[in-house]
Structures are given as C-alpha cells and as structure tokens.
C-alpha cells in the first residue's frame, strides 16, 4: 500500500535502527544514515512492508507506525502516559463503544487518542484542563494522530479540584479517569457527575497518593471494589545460542486504581480476587 501525503512512516534500517517521519511532504527530505531522502521519492515508490532501495545504496523497511509507536514520537511538554499502562487503563476502565467519558489532566492528548479509538462508534470524551498551553498542545497532536477522533471529543478550560466546575447540567458519564496530582480534591466533582456503576479510575505515580486516595473514597461510602495495580514490562532476546531478558526495562510508571460508584453511602465493600 502506498504512502500519501500527511502520512507518517518509519523506515526500518538492517541494523535496528529507526527513523520516524511524523507527516509526509512534498518538498521535504528526511536524512537516513546522513543522506537525505526526499519524501517525493517515498510517496512515489515507497509501499508499506516491502524493502526500498535507496539511491545511495542499501535498503529500508517502510511501515506506518503503530498507536505505541506514535505516541513514543508524540510531541509533548508533559510525560505521557506509557503504552503499557493505557492498556491497562482501557482494559481496567472497561473502555468501549458508547460510553461518555470524562478525564482530567489531559497532558499532551496521548491518553484522548486511545479513549477516542475505543468509545467509537457512538460515545465521546470530554476533558477538562487547566493550563491552557497543555491544552492547545493536545489538541494540535490529536488532529495529528486522529482527526477522525476530533468531532467525539469536546474540550473544557477549568480546575477539577473546583467545586463549581460542574454548576450547570453536564449530565452523566459513564466513566471518569484521572491523572492528577491530588485526585482525591476531585472526588466531589466525580460524586456529581458519575452515573450509578459508573468506574472511576485514577493514575498516580506513587504509594502515598493511592494511600490518601483510597481513604477519601472508602470514607464516602460512595465508591466500593477499590483496588490499585501496576504495569512493569520486560522484553526478552532470543540468540542463536541464547535466552535471555533484555537488560532494559519498563519498570515502575504509575498505580492505577478503580472502583465503582453508587450514590446510595453504605459501608464500603472490599474488592477480592475472584479466583
């Protein structure tokens, strides 16, 4: 398949090495190895998974980059949320077709993309930020990554810590995720605008803050089934003569915690594994 203008690509070298293309354009090279490529020659006779000869000599696999592979080349001012644990945030929040989902932090939009992949067709996002440079960022890169995604999504300027953030009829979500320093100065805003076994999921990076956070929500009443993980990823490399885990590692990122709301308080419930 042909590469068209506007596209992003990332040509696989023989000795591992990468080079990302964030767009395509007619007119602009891109150097490989110290040797500049035009794009006019990759939208003319580049095809995705089959080897270029390159003019130079040698050779390159074009490939269209994968949702991981671009949100590792995402431009951001924030750090983004590792691939590996939105697969968790999207499995854990139960993230699917037809929801509304709010979330508050959005960063650099990376997090948005993958929602907006997920709650098509039928549902949207709606995200709430309170620095405004963040914001334009993550909106740039999401018309970037998915523009389709850009009529599912809405945008709000404002502080969830705010307790009249959410003074006018917003209606319900389905699903409220936050990536805040504090979630639990947010648990009031949540209270009002979660539907009944609605998922709250929120994401911290360290113990204290998933301590003081599961005390606010257990003393509510509101919110049961609590229960925190964590990702840590490990590649492995298979030799000719050799097995053996790779030397880097994914470790320790951020916590993710969950729990289901009903805005009837009784004394909290425990989560248990159910096997």
Known sequence: MAFLPGEPLILYLP???????????????????????????????????IPLVLERGGWVLPLRPTHAESLSNLKRRTQIIYPKDQGMILLWADIRPGLRVLE?????????????????PGGSVVSVERRE?????????????????????????????????????DGLFDR?????????????????????????LTYVPTPLQVHTLS?????????????????????????PQSVRPAHRIIGHTGFITTSRFSPDPRPYIPWEAPF
């Open 133 to 169: 440079e963040h914001a334009v960022e993550a909106l740039r890169n999401l018309g970037v990554l998915d523009p389709g995604g850009v009529s599912d999504h809405s945008l709000r300027i404002g502080d969830m810590y705010d307790p009249d953030l959410f003074a006018g009829d």
């Open 215 to 239: 005390l606010a929500l257990q003393e509510t009443g509101n919110f049961h089934l609590i229960r925190t993980v964590e990702s840590i990823v490990r590649d492995w490399e298979f030799g």
């Open 15 to 49: 000795n591992g090495r990468t080079v990302s293309i964030p767009q395509l354009r007619e007119g602009s090279r891109t150097h490989v190895e110290g040797f500049p490529v035009p794009h006019s020659l990759l939208i003319e006779q580049a095809r995705e998974g």
């Open 176 to 200: 409220v995720i936050l990536d805040l320093p504090e979630p639990w100065k947010a648990i009031g805003n949540v209270r009002r605008i979660l539907r009944p076994g609605g998922i709250l």
């Open 104 to 120: 508050s932090g959005i960063g650099s939009g990376a997090l948005t993309v993958s929602l907006l992949r997920m709650v098509r």
